[in-house]
């Protein structure tokens, strides 16, 4: 099978690295030569620690490799694909481009996907000639170690569509749920709850980042607290949600002023080198200056 990923950032590149490693050729496709190189780059990263912690042998790991190149043209990366999936950006207008775009260049079976983390489905499949065949697969990050994939139904999709959607991620070695389109699905809903709220504790001087990160990974056996995860996803993509959630479902999803403070102080989290922790060789090594007033 032939999968185009569109977008080469945290996702993109990760989504790509998973489907080459279950045997499918992949074309990476984004706007930037250098985002595409750095994508490409990370994906070898990536499969070096893998063999470094025993998960995959040299070989493997140069026949996944083997199977992924990179371009910066949306035709030649979805030209002839099986499956396209995009990870483009969480902006309602550059997903209707993006998709409308695909759609003129592949044939009718093709499936197009979306990685969107909490736009309306229904919505992005309208942007299509051909809606039905049109489908959410919600990856989490990251990619290559995380078990879940969201895929999410809009209202036109076809019973074939679904089938074929589960067909794909079990064939790449991940766990599917299915829900219906709804603003935030059933993932970022709740985890966008969980994050708000530990973060107007934060806020309001209940207790630090680091105490009510370790309260929820020991107290409920969570892997990360809801803090740190709010870090690593992204401040703005958090932010982001919550706003397009207000919108939907109401003043429940209110943003918390210390994370609109975050965003606008540039504090986006481990990307930018600081959030609500301070990030060094991608590990928190500090709480950030106001993280806990």
């Known amino acids: 099978m032939y999968v185009a990923v569109l977008g080469a950032g945290t996702m993109g590149h990760g989504i790509a690295q998973v489907s080459a490693m279950a045997g499918h050729d992949v074309r990476l496709r984004d706007i930037d030569e250098t985002i595409v190189t750095d994508g490409l780059a990370n994906i070898e990263s990536n499969l070096e620690a893998g063999i470094e912690r025993d998960k995959l042998t040299q070989t493997e790991a140069e026949a996944t490799l083997a199977r992924v190149s990179g371009t910066t043209s949306l035709e030649t990366a979805v030209t002839d694909a099986d499956i396209v999936i995009e990870a483009v950006p969480e902006d309602i207008d550059i997903k209707h481009e993006t998709v409308a775009e695909v759609e003129s260049h592949v044939?009718?079976?093709?499936?197009?996907?979306?990685?969107?983390?909490?736009?309306?489905?229904?919505?992005?499949?309208?942007?299509?000639?051909?809606?039905?065949?049109?489908?959410?697969?919600?990856?989490?990050?990251?990619?290559?170690?995380?078990?879940?994939?969201?895929?999410?139904?809009p209202e036109q999709a076809t019973d074939a569509t679904v089938d074929r959607a589960h067909s794909f991620v079990t064939g790449i070695d991940k766990t599917p749920v299915e829900v219906t389109d709804a603003?935030?699905?059933?993932?970022?809903?709740?985890?966008?709850?969980?994050?708000?709220?530990?973060?107007?504790?934060?806020?309001?001087?209940?207790?630090?980042?680091?105490?009510?990160?370790?309260?929820?990974?020991?107290?409920?056996?969570?892997?990360?607290?809801?803090?740190?995860?709010?870090?690593?996803?992204?401040?703005?993509?958090?932010?982001?949600?919550?706003?397009?959630?207000?919108?939907?479902?109401?003043?429940?999803?209110?943003?918390?002023?210390?994370?609109?403070?975050?965003?606008?102080?540039?504090?986006?989290?481990?990307?930018?080198?600081?959030?609500?922790?301070?990030?060094?060789?991608?590990?928190?090594?500090?709480?950030?200056?106001?993280?806990?007033?």
């Open 107 to 153: 044939g009718q079976d093709t499936l197009i996907c979306s990685n969107s983390s909490s736009l309306s489905l229904t919505d992005i499949a309208s942007a299509l000639e051909h809606p039905e065949r049109a489908i959410g697969l919600h990856f989490f990050n990251p990619v290559h170690i995380m078990q879940l994939v969201e895929i999410v139904v």
């Open 183 to 293: 603003p935030g699905f059933a993932s970022s809903r709740l985890g966008v709850t969980l994050g708000a709220e530990a973060m107007r504790m934060v806020q309001e001087g209940v207790a630090s980042p680091e105490d009510i990160d370790t309260a929820m990974q020991l107290g409920y056996n969570h892997p990360m607290g809801p803090i740190e995860l709010g870090d690593i996803v992204g401040l703005d993509v958090r932010l982001d949600i919550l706003e397009y959630l207000r919108t939907e479902l109401g003043e429940r999803f209110r943003p918390p002023q210390i994370l609109k403070q975050k965003v606008r102080a540039g504090k986006l989290g481990k990307k930018s080198g600081e959030g609500f922790y301070i990030w060094e060789g991608g590990e928190p090594v500090g709480t950030s200056r106001g993280g806990d007033e």
